[in-house]
């Protein structure tokens, strides 16, 4: 099986995105996505994107040069080492459990699930309905059924996710998290959340009648496996807040 890598880089993290890209070498074929032009003559090697591209940008030119069978990518604001030990279980993971979307915990999400509410499926990886997309690995086939993302309609990504798990679950493909590997992400963001809800709102309403069906029922499972009401960043991007914002998923959470 062939894993292939992704780092998104963007302005800030160029030392964090070498060192990953140092890390990831050592296991495979990686790529690095860049948007920041300041640092392009010192990276020739990197695939420049300018600027003005975000995730949805770098997500396109990630599947334009992929060509493996298990996309694996990692934000550049992540930090995590032991890639030999994650790819070996990811292998397995998608080899061995019928697995589509793997990923490891990372210490800030919105999706803290209560393990008891999950269904295991190895020694500490666990079937969930939503993973992070800070770092995963996503296999050609769930790829195959994901539409691409039009960066002048979502031009941030937020929801991405959503639809790689929706098409997943089409094929009957698991989604797993690994509890054995915990990725450090910072709790920040570098856009603003409002134009993430909306662009998210608008990229979702073209998907497809199957994708929509499974998107429904991912959503109520989503928060019935939290151990507690959602954070309230969280319930703002669900659209618990912003009424234009609810619109968002009352396509598919309608009995």
């Given at each position: 099986?062939?894993?292939?890598?992704?780092?998104?880089?963007?302005?800030?993290?160029?030392?964090?995105?070498?060192?990953?890209?140092?890390?990831?070498?050592?296991?495979?074929?990686?790529?690095?996505?860049?948007?920041?032009?300041?640092?392009?003559?010192?990276h020739?090697?990197?695939?420049?994107?300018?600027?003005?591209?975000?995730?949805?940008?770098?997500?396109?030119?990630?599947?334009?040069?992929?060509d493996?069978?298990?996309l694996?990518?990692?934000?550049?604001?992540?930090?995590?080492?032991?890639?030999?030990?994650?790819?070996?279980?990811?292998?397995?993971?998608?080899?061995?459990?019928?697995?589509?979307?793997?990923?490891p915990?990372?210490?800030?999400?919105?999706?803290?699930?209560?393990?008891?509410?999950?269904?295991?499926?190895?020694?500490?990886?666990?079937?969930?309905?939503?993973?992070?997309?800070?770092?995963?690995?996503?296999?050609?086939?769930?790829?195959q059924?994901?539409?691409?993302?039009?960066?002048?309609?979502n031009?941030?990504?937020?929801?991405?996710?959503?639809?790689?798990?929706?098409?997943?679950?089409?094929?009957?493909k698991k989604?797993?998290?690994?509890?054995?590997?915990?990725?450090?992400?910072p709790?920040?963001?570098?856009?603003?959340?409002?134009?993430?809800?909306?662009?998210?709102?608008?990229?979702?309403?073209?998907?497809?009648?199957?994708?929509?069906?499974?998107?429904?029922?991912?959503?109520?499972?989503?928060?019935?496996?939290?151990?507690?009401?959602?954070?309230?960043?969280?319930?703002?991007?669900?659209?618990?807040?912003?009424?234009?914002?609810?619109?968002?998923?009352?396509?598919?959470?309608?009995?």
């Open positions: 099986m062939k894993i292939q890598a992704f780092i998104f880089n963007w302005v800030g993290y160029e030392a964090n995105a070498a060192a990953l890209e140092q890390s990831l070498s050592s296991v495979g074929t990686v790529h690095v996505i860049n948007s920041d032009s300041t640092v392009e003559c010192r020739p090697g990197w695939h420049h994107l300018g600027d003005e591209a975000y995730f949805a940008a770098q997500w396109n030119k990630a599947l334009e040069l992929f493996g069978d298990v694996f990518h990692i934000q550049a604001d992540a930090s995590f080492t032991q890639f030999a030990e994650l790819f070996e279980r990811c292998r397995f993971a998608v080899d061995h459990c019928g697995c589509g979307v793997y990923a915990n990372v210490d800030f999400t919105f999706w803290n699930y209560d393990r008891n509410r999950l269904r295991p499926i190895d020694a500490d990886l666990f079937e969930v309905p939503q993973t992070d997309c800070t770092c995963w690995a996503v296999a050609r086939e769930v790829l059924r994901v539409p691409r993302v039009d960066p002048r309609i031009k941030i990504g937020w929801g991405l996710d959503w639809m790689v798990v929706a098409a997943a679950r089409t094929i009957q989604v797993a998290r690994d509890y054995r590997f915990t990725v450090a992400h709790k920040k963001t570098g856009y603003k959340i409002g134009q993430a809800q909306r662009d998210m709102a608008a990229m979702l309403e073209t998907a497809p009648p199957q994708a929509r069906s499974a998107l429904r029922k991912l959503r109520k499972e989503a928060l019935s496996k939290l151990p507690r009401p959602p954070h309230p960043t969280l319930q703002k991007a669900l659209g618990f807040v912003k009424p234009w914002a609810g619109r968002l998923f009352d396509t598919f959470h309608k009995p």
